[in-house]
């Protein structure tokens, strides 16, 4: 059973490329860093809601620096709470995060990581940074979670006032019981503008999955209540037409629900050693 710590994260912040002053949480490990991690969370949250806490606490315990931002307008960020701006300011701010947390943290390898709509941030942070050691996606959002029609809509309205109002309940299905209640959780509904985001994030990563050229180990949930049937499949495509060595290209599903490491135990000890195990061999230098 992986053994979680029980540091309290500390906070920086950083101004955001996009105009927004974000806050930054960090995770130590107990003994010297073996590497760096930048953890993206998903729609909807932020650094220390459950699901992307419980991930900085398995890789700080296992050996690695975290940081983790709360972005524009989520968690402890400044911005109009559960708006985000545009997936080309998404994936900016996000390389800007990147950067500072390796300036922080010079000569540590540096892994990127995300769950949901944090993997997809992740992955296309991935193709704009060099020298990345390796990714992992959680139940990542590799395309748009929107039919195309819907797509068009929401990218209409997004250049419109209409952008920062409310469009549709943001937690609709029992998946999101894995998830705990608090109060900087944009709650009640998703904005136009975020939706749009989303999709529009979601449709970059599809048409660049050829591009990613580093290590990367995605996990899929079998029993996946949130993401697209679309964006599963993009999770497939990735290992057959990634740029990344095959050797290198790691896809592994288990019997779980979308936020992969709420699951109960032993199920969440068997993941997160799944991930560590990965992590440690390419911190190390190392290839499969």
């Not at 994260?9 to 806050?23: F, H, M």
Request: charged residues 20%.
């Amino acid at each position: 059973m992986v053994v979680l710590t029980s540091s309290t994260p500390t906070r920086s912040a950083l101004d955001a490329p996009s105009g927004v002053r974000c806050a930054l949480w960090h995770w130590e490990p107990p003994t010297a860093a073996v590497g760096l991690v930048v953890l993206f969370h998903g729609m909807g949250s932020h650094a220390r809601f459950p699901s992307t806490s419980l991930a900085a606490e398995v890789l700080s315990a296992g050996g690695f620096a975290v940081c983790s931002p709360d972005m524009p307008g989520h968690g402890e960020s400044d911005g109009l709470r559960g708006f985000l701006l545009s997936s080309e300011a998404l994936e900016e701010d996000g390389e800007a995060f990147a950067r500072e947390a390796r300036r922080l943290k010079p000569g540590l390898p540096l892994f990127l990581a995300g769950s949901s709509m944090g993997g997809a941030i992740a992955f296309r942070v991935a193709q704009r940074l060099d020298g990345v050691s390796g990714l992992v996606l959680l139940a990542p959002m590799l395309a748009p979670p929107a039919s195309a029609a819907a797509a068009y809509l929401l990218a209409a309205l997004s250049y419109t006032p209409l952008c920062r109002l409310p469009l549709i309940p943001s937690s609709a299905t029992d998946n999101a019981k894995q998830y705990s209640d608090e109060a900087i959780i944009k709650r009640g509904a998703l904005r136009v503008g975020s939706a749009s985001a989303c999709v529009s994030l979601g449709a970059a990563c599809e048409a660049t999955l050829p591009g990613l050229a580093c290590p990367f180990f995605c996990l899929l949930a079998d029993r996946e209540l949130v993401l697209s049937e679309a964006a599963r499949e993009a999770a497939e495509r990735l290992c057959e037409v990634a740029a990344t060595p095959a050797a290198d290209r790691t896809l592994k599903r288990y019997d779980a629900l979308h936020a992969l490491l709420c699951e109960p135990e032993p199920l969440r000890s068997t993941i997160a050693g799944d991930i560590l195990a990965w992590m440690r061999r390419y911190a190390a230098g190392e290839s499969t």
